[in-house]
Protein backbone atom coordinates (compact mmCIF):
# COMPACT_ATOMS: atom_id res chain seq x y z
CA UNK A 1 0.00 0.00 0.00
CA UNK A 2 1.25 3.50 -0.66
CA UNK A 3 1.74 6.75 0.89
CA UNK A 4 -1.66 8.33 -0.67
CA UNK A 5 -3.57 5.15 0.09
CA UNK A 6 -2.20 5.23 3.90
CA UNK A 7 -3.30 9.16 4.07
CA UNK A 8 -6.24 8.40 2.72
CA UNK A 9 -7.09 5.49 5.45
CA UNK A 10 -5.62 7.73 8.41
CA UNK A 11 -8.12 10.79 7.52
CA UNK A 12 -10.16 8.63 6.91
CA UNK A 13 -10.06 6.61 10.26
CA UNK A 14 -10.41 9.88 11.56
CA UNK A 15 -13.60 11.45 9.85
CA UNK A 16 -15.30 8.00 10.77
CA UNK A 17 -14.10 8.24 14.40
CA UNK A 18 -14.79 11.59 15.03
CA UNK A 19 -18.69 10.86 13.56
CA UNK A 20 -18.88 8.50 16.60
CA UNK A 21 -17.08 10.29 19.22
CA UNK A 22 -18.85 13.46 18.93
CA UNK A 23 -22.46 12.02 19.10
CA UNK A 24 -21.57 9.87 21.71
CA UNK A 25 -20.25 13.27 23.73
CA UNK A 26 -23.85 14.77 22.95
CA UNK A 27 -25.64 11.83 24.44
CA UNK A 28 -23.74 12.42 27.53
CA UNK A 29 -24.15 15.92 27.95
CA UNK A 30 -28.12 15.55 26.82
CA UNK A 31 -28.42 11.92 28.21
CA UNK A 32 -32.43 12.97 29.31
CA UNK A 33 -33.31 14.24 26.31
CA UNK A 34 -32.19 11.13 24.31
CA UNK A 35 -33.51 9.15 26.29
CA UNK A 36 -37.21 10.84 25.73
CA UNK A 37 -36.21 10.93 22.15
CA UNK A 38 -35.48 6.96 22.56
CA UNK A 39 -39.31 6.20 23.88
CA UNK A 40 -40.55 8.39 20.54
CA UNK A 41 -38.82 5.60 18.85
CA UNK A 42 -40.31 2.56 20.95
CA UNK A 43 -36.83 1.50 21.57
CA UNK A 44 -36.54 -0.90 24.61
CA UNK A 45 -34.40 -0.67 27.36
CA UNK A 46 -33.55 2.96 26.98
CA UNK A 47 -31.29 3.26 29.98
CA UNK A 48 -29.19 0.38 29.59
CA UNK A 49 -28.88 0.54 25.53
CA UNK A 50 -27.83 4.25 25.58
CA UNK A 51 -25.18 3.66 27.99
CA UNK A 52 -24.30 0.85 25.78
CA UNK A 53 -24.55 2.97 22.99
CA UNK A 54 -22.26 5.82 24.60
CA UNK A 55 -19.81 3.67 25.48
CA UNK A 56 -19.41 1.43 21.98
CA UNK A 57 -19.32 5.02 20.28
CA UNK A 58 -16.48 6.49 22.53
CA UNK A 59 -14.30 3.79 22.52
CA UNK A 60 -15.28 2.63 18.69
CA UNK A 61 -14.48 6.04 17.86
CA UNK A 62 -10.83 6.20 19.70
CA UNK A 63 -9.81 2.93 18.86
CA UNK A 64 -10.62 3.43 14.73
CA UNK A 65 -8.66 7.02 15.20
CA UNK A 66 -5.89 5.27 16.71
CA UNK A 67 -6.40 2.19 14.43
CA UNK A 68 -5.93 -0.29 17.62
CA UNK A 69 -8.41 -3.33 16.58
CA UNK A 70 -9.70 -0.98 14.28
CA UNK A 71 -11.00 -3.96 12.08
CA UNK A 72 -13.12 -5.57 15.13
CA UNK A 73 -14.21 -1.74 16.04
CA UNK A 74 -15.22 -0.93 12.92
CA UNK A 75 -17.61 -3.90 12.45
CA UNK A 76 -19.22 -3.42 15.59
CA UNK A 77 -19.77 0.20 14.98
CA UNK A 78 -21.52 -1.40 11.18
CA UNK A 79 -23.63 -3.44 13.45
CA UNK A 80 -24.13 -0.72 15.73
CA UNK A 81 -25.19 2.14 12.91
CA UNK A 82 -27.50 -0.52 11.05
CA UNK A 83 -29.35 -0.95 14.49
CA UNK A 84 -29.64 2.92 15.45
CA UNK A 85 -30.97 3.22 11.72
CA UNK A 86 -33.98 0.79 12.10
CA UNK A 87 -34.73 1.98 15.31
CA UNK A 88 -34.64 5.99 14.81
CA UNK A 89 -34.70 6.57 11.32
CA UNK A 90 -37.60 4.15 10.12
CA UNK A 91 -39.09 6.60 7.68
CA UNK A 92 -41.00 3.50 6.79
CA UNK A 93 -43.19 4.01 9.36
CA UNK A 94 -43.84 7.71 9.79
CA UNK A 95 -47.12 8.69 9.60
CA UNK A 96 -48.21 10.49 6.63
CA UNK A 97 -47.64 14.43 7.36
CA UNK A 98 -44.19 13.72 8.85
CA UNK A 99 -40.63 14.57 7.80
CA UNK A 100 -40.26 11.38 5.67
CA UNK A 101 -37.94 12.84 3.20
CA UNK A 102 -35.43 13.98 6.49
CA UNK A 103 -35.70 10.68 8.23
CA UNK A 104 -34.78 9.13 4.33
CA UNK A 105 -31.90 10.82 4.24
CA UNK A 106 -30.66 10.26 7.58
CA UNK A 107 -31.30 6.35 6.93
CA UNK A 108 -29.08 6.58 3.93
CA UNK A 109 -26.44 8.75 4.87
CA UNK A 110 -26.12 5.89 7.62
CA UNK A 111 -26.05 3.16 5.18
CA UNK A 112 -23.43 4.97 3.39
CA UNK A 113 -21.67 5.52 7.19
CA UNK A 114 -21.90 1.54 7.35
CA UNK A 115 -20.78 1.05 4.12
CA UNK A 116 -17.10 2.73 5.01
CA UNK A 117 -17.11 0.58 8.30
CA UNK A 118 -17.40 -2.09 6.26
CA UNK A 119 -14.86 -1.25 3.85
CA UNK A 120 -12.29 -0.78 6.97
CA UNK A 121 -13.16 -3.93 8.57
CA UNK A 122 -12.13 -5.99 5.67
CA UNK A 123 -9.23 -3.94 4.28
CA UNK A 124 -7.83 -2.90 7.51
CA UNK A 125 -6.44 0.50 9.20
CA UNK A 126 -3.46 1.04 7.35
CA UNK A 127 0.20 1.16 7.70
CA UNK A 128 -0.63 4.47 10.29
CA UNK A 129 -2.13 2.45 13.21
CA UNK A 130 -1.36 1.12 16.05
CA UNK A 131 -2.65 -2.39 14.73
CA UNK A 132 0.14 -1.72 12.32
CA UNK A 133 2.97 -1.14 14.56
CA UNK A 134 1.89 -4.00 17.01
CA UNK A 135 2.74 -6.55 14.05
CA UNK A 136 6.03 -4.99 13.61
Known sequence: MNLFENACLLLGRTLLGLYFILPGMQKIANFDMMSQYMAQHNVPMISLLLIFTIALQLTGGIAIIIG???RFAAFILAGLTLVISLYMH???NLPEGSDVAH???NFVK???IMAGLLVLAGHGTGKFSVDNRVKN
Do not use: H, L, Y
Request: no cysteine.
Open 68 to 70: FKG
Open 90 to 92: NFW
Open 103 to 105: ETQ
Open 110 to 112: NMA
